[in-house]
């Protein structure tokens, strides 16, 4: 049943209906709003006829797999560490975002991709491809602390961040070891060099199932403005 009210009003009360899944989208010029059940990372959520999702907007409980893309947590560090830990194990694939800078006095600093507080460097892998309008270099080995990227620092153009996606498939997995591919992009200084592109991918030697991810500088704190982000999504 649906009631249009055209005017303001008290609404006592309403009564929604809990899933276990998110539902289709609504008809062309409407929203849906509904409450997701039945694991740790659930809530109140909203979905338009264009099948944008925004929520959860309080948690409670999540869906039992895949069914688009969920905002899990929003950090925006000014230590040297965003950490997400409890990370649900209900979703196929995890989406890291991160927007940042450190204050370091360089040109820039490493960015470094942590699994489970795991800090023994030989139980990871690396391959990094960098390219800019110079040519490009390829970096491989075995050591997390420089498995990611290299972000601009305080010695690099004003309000130059770098901007990067990480992706890991089957983090919930048991009996793969992790891996982890990724990209970036970002100025760290004013030469004619102007951007730097890397693509690459990362191997952490173990089954476990990933529960806690940390993103690290290198040198200095992530710059309080303009602010750094770091995003986590399920899906």
Same mark, same amino acid.
């Given at each position: 049943?649906?009631? *249009?009210?055209?005017?303001?009003?008290?609404?006592? &009360?309403?009564?929604?209906?809990? /899933?276990?899944?998110?539902?289709?989208?609504?008809?062309?010029?409407?929203?849906?709003?509904? !409450? !997701?059940? #039945?694991?740790?990372?659930?809530?109140?959520?909203?979905?338009?006829?264009? #099948?944008? $999702?925004?929520?959860?907007?309080? +948690?409670?409980?999540?869906?039992?797999?895949?069914?688009?893309?969920?905002? @899990?947590?929003?950090?925006?560090?000014?230590?040297? +560490?965003?950490?997400? =830990?409890?990370?649900? $194990?209900?979703?196929?694939?995890?989406? @890291?975002?991160? !927007?940042?800078?450190?204050?370091?006095?360089? *040109? %820039?600093?490493?960015?470094?991709? $942590?699994?489970?507080?795991?800090? +023994?460097? %030989?139980?990871?892998?690396?391959?990094?491809?960098?390219?800019?309008?110079?040519?490009?270099?390829? /970096?491989?080995?075995?050591?997390?602390?420089?498995?990611?990227? +290299?972000?601009?620092?305080?010695?690099?153009?004003?309000?130059?961040?770098?901007?990067? @996606?990480?992706?890991?498939?089957?983090?919930?997995?048991?009996?793969?070891?992790?891996?982890?591919? &990724?990209?970036?992009?970002?100025?760290?200084?004013?030469?004619?060099?102007?951007?730097?592109? &890397?693509? %690459?991918?990362? /191997?952490?030697?173990?089954? *476990?199932?990933?529960?806690?991810?940390?993103?690290?500088?290198?040198?200095?704190?992530?710059?309080? =403005?303009?602010?750094?982000?770091? *995003?986590?999504? %399920?899906?």
């Amino acid at each position: 049943m649906t009631k *249009n009210i055209g005017t303001d009003a008290n609404i006592d &009360q309403v009564r929604l209906k809990q /899933e276990t899944s998110h539902p289709a989208s609504p008809a062309s010029g409407y929203e849906l709003l509904y !409450i !997701i059940s #039945g694991s740790a990372n659930g809530g109140l959520f909203v979905k338009d006829s264009a #099948g944008r $999702q925004i929520g959860p907007f309080i +948690t409670g409980s999540a869906p039992s797999s895949g069914g688009g893309r969920t905002l @899990i947590s929003s950090v925006s560090p000014t230590g040297t +560490t965003a950490t997400f =830990s409890g990370i649900p $194990q209900t979703y196929k694939l995890l989406t @890291i975002e991160v !927007i940042a800078r450190s204050t370091a006095v360089a *040109n %820039g600093v490493d960015c470094h991709l $942590q699994f489970n507080a795991d800090t +023994t460097a %030989g139980n990871y892998r690396y391959n990094l491809l960098r390219y800019n309008a110079t040519g490009s270099a390829i /970096e491989a080995g075995a050591n997390f602390k420089i498995a990611i990227t +290299t972000v601009p620092a305080a010695s690099s153009p004003a309000n130059a961040l770098c901007n990067g @996606i990480i992706q890991i498939v089957n983090y919930a997995s048991t009996t793969i070891n992790k891996l982890a591919l &990724q990209s970036w992009a970002a100025k760290y200084d004013a030469s004619s060099i102007f951007l730097q592109t &890397q693509s %690459g991918s990362m /191997e952490w030697i173990n089954v *476990n199932p990933i529960t806690q991810i940390d993103v690290l500088l290198s040198s200095g704190n992530f710059v309080a =403005s303009p602010v750094c982000l770091v *995003n986590l999504y %399920g899906e």
